[in-house]
């Protein structure tokens, strides 16, 4: 009977070890425009943040121009790989900001 016992918790234990060494695997579900798709849990190039960005939202656009001294936004276009913002300094003077459209680098300023 000793001999059952010593067998059952050596197996528990090498079980248990074996459970914390394991990696932990999560999968979910996402729910969007292509329908029900299951995520496996991994995603390359992925971090906490989410994916990574593919190109700027024109009010990320907007924001960046701003801190180049744009005051009022007329308007965002986008031409290729390019975002083209403008506006006005607060001395109501026309000034037109170019950034890239996937990185956000401000290319181009102009007054």
Known sequence: MQFRSSVLTGGLVALGLGLAAAPA???GI???PGGVQVDPGYRRGYDDRGPPRSELSRGEAARIARREGL???DGVDRRGPRLIVR???RRGDDITVVLDSRSGDVLDVRR
């Open 87 to 89: 506006g006005s300094d």
């Open 71 to 73: 005051v009022d936004v």
């Open 25 to 27: 695997f999560a999968q």
């Open 30 to 32: 996402s729910i969007g």
